[in-house]
């Protein structure tokens, strides 16, 4: 199934030959951030602490609310290499968002990876399939190199993410979709992603996220329009910790140029 809105447009084209539109991730401070939130043709790359895929939850579940509520209306597609998925999780954000549970959990397709083999297979040759049958406007592939890293990085391998991010990219841009990709950081610097040169290429937007006990750091470290430039939020922890008004009203952000 094709969205009549955003056809299929085979050949070459440029960037800015698509009209990119932009959606609210739910949270503040990463929107604020990204002048407004993720942005349709563009690879987003996060890579960082591990749990920045609690953001990833979040944004499965923001984007079925409505447009008018700041969504999509759209189902979401996870290839999970990251082995991150927690149910429960989405099922505590539909209640936040004011939606049926089991509703928003039928409309997130879920397809785990459980070796590097399987990750290439679910890219290369099924995604675009899954993009035919499921209407959905947002991807995610989480810990697109992680397996990968896990089983000795070969230049096989490197081979193999630099094929998967190239299709992500072509597929991202062609159809003016959403897509999210996570990895963690490099050994060699905290301030690089694993994957590869081909994989930070051919993600347009970078955010490096590192917390500590209290805060969220995210820092806008590649975009095509914005300097780099770092925010941070409030973490919500389940001890009973009264979070300040600001918290609430979105003003506990404050975004720094560097």
């Given at each position: 199934?094709?969205?009549?809105?955003?056809?299929?447009?085979?050949g070459?084209?440029?960037?800015?030959?698509?009209?990119?539109?932009?959606?609210?991730?739910g949270?503040?401070?990463?929107?604020?951030l990204?002048?407004?939130?993720?942005?349709?043709?563009?690879?987003?790359?996060?890579y960082?602490?591990?749990?920045?895929?609690?953001?990833?939850?979040?944004?499965?579940?923001?984007?079925?609310?409505?447009?008018?509520?700041?969504?999509?209306?759209?189902?979401?597609?996870?290839?999970?290499?990251?082995?991150?998925?927690?149910?429960?999780?989405?099922?505590?954000?539909?209640?936040?968002?004011?939606?049926?549970?089991?509703?928003?959990?039928?409309?997130?397709?879920?397809?785990?990876?459980?070796?590097?083999?399987?990750?290439?297979?679910?890219?290369?040759n099924?995604?675009?399939g899954?993009?035919?049958?499921?209407?959905a406007?947002?991807?995610?592939?989480?810990?697109?190199?992680?397996?990968?890293?896990?089983?000795?990085?070969?230049?096989?391998?490197?081979?193999?993410?630099?094929?998967?991010a190239?299709?992500?990219?072509?597929?991202?841009l062609?159809?003016?979709?959403?897509?999210?990709?996570?990895?963690?950081?490099?050994?060699?610097?905290?301030?690089?992603?694993?994957?590869?040169r081909?994989?930070?290429?051919?993600?347009?937007?970078?955010?490096?996220?590192s917390?500590?006990?209290?805060?969220?750091?995210?820092?806008?470290?590649?975009?095509?329009?914005?300097?780099?430039?770092?925010?941070?939020?409030?973490?919500?922890?389940?001890?009973?910790?009264?979070?300040p008004?600001?918290y609430?009203?979105?003003?506990?952000?404050?975004?720094?140029?560097?």
């Open positions: 199934m094709r969205f009549p809105e955003t056809p299929l447009r085979f070459f084209h440029t960037a800015d030959e698509f009209m990119s539109v932009k959606v609210e991730s949270i503040v401070a990463l929107d604020a990204l002048g407004g939130g993720l942005e349709s043709g563009l690879v987003h790359l996060f960082g602490e591990r749990s920045l895929h609690d953001d990833f939850h979040r944004v499965a579940v923001k984007v079925q609310t409505s447009r008018e509520k700041g969504g999509l209306g759209s189902p979401c597609i996870i290839i999970d290499s990251a082995n991150m998925i927690k149910l429960e999780t989405f099922t505590q954000l539909a209640y936040e968002y004011n939606l049926e549970p089991e509703l928003v959990k039928d409309r997130i397709y879920i397809s785990r990876a459980f070796n590097s083999s399987q990750t290439y297979d679910l890219i290369m099924q995604l675009e899954f993009l035919n049958m499921i209407p406007r947002i991807i995610m592939v989480t810990g697109l190199p992680q397996l990968y890293l896990e089983e000795g990085l070969k230049s096989e391998g490197m081979q193999d993410i630099s094929h998967m190239s299709k992500i990219s072509a597929l991202t062609q159809r003016g979709i959403f897509t999210l990709v996570s990895a963690p950081v490099s050994k060699r610097s905290s301030n690089i992603p694993e994957g590869g081909t994989l930070s290429g051919a993600a347009q937007i970078h955010i490096k996220v917390e500590t006990q209290s805060r969220r750091t995210y820092t806008l470290a590649k975009h095509p329009q914005y300097p780099v430039r770092r925010t941070n939020r409030t973490k919500i922890t389940s001890s009973g910790t009264t979070l008004l600001s609430f009203l979105g003003k506990d952000e404050q975004t720094q140029d560097e």
